[in-house]
């Protein structure tokens, strides 16, 4: 509809399996747009809290081999909170850049 990123609201969770050379278990939410749209979306990362009536962030592009699901959650926004422990990849499961967090020296400048 023009927007990159939707609000929706949870309706219902629950577990698919992918398509033949495949093998999973992956979640996906039924969604109730602000639109009046509704929609499939896949739960990217390991882990969530979500459950009915929770808010989530909408964008395009869901998973490849789960027929029938286009779009993703955001992860780090609204109630779908972020993937704990991530250090990795951090932007797409929603962790803050952590500054205090010691960095490697060189090998030259190592203490033995």
């Not at 882990?47 to 009536?53: C, N, Q, V």
């Not at 395009?60 to 779908?80: E, N, Q, Y």
């Not at 909170?81 to 967090?101: H, Q």
């Amino acid at each position: 509809m023009g927007n990159p990123q939707v609000r929706g609201t949870v309706m219902r969770i629950r577990i698919c399996t992918p398509k033949k050379p495949n093998s999973a278990r992956r979640p996906v939410a039924k969604l109730i747009l602000i639109n009046k749209r509704f929609v499939v979306a896949h739960l990217p990362g390991i882990g969530h809290t979500l459950r009915k009536h929770s808010a989530v962030l909408v964008r395009g592009g869901g998973a490849r081999d789960l027929p029938g699901v286009r779009h993703s959650c955001i992860r780090g926004v609204k109630d779908f909170g972020p993937v704990l422990n991530r250090t990795k990849r951090r932007s797409i499961y929603g962790i803050k850049f952590l500054n205090n967090k010691p960095r490697k020296l060189r090998r030259k400048y190592r203490k033995i």
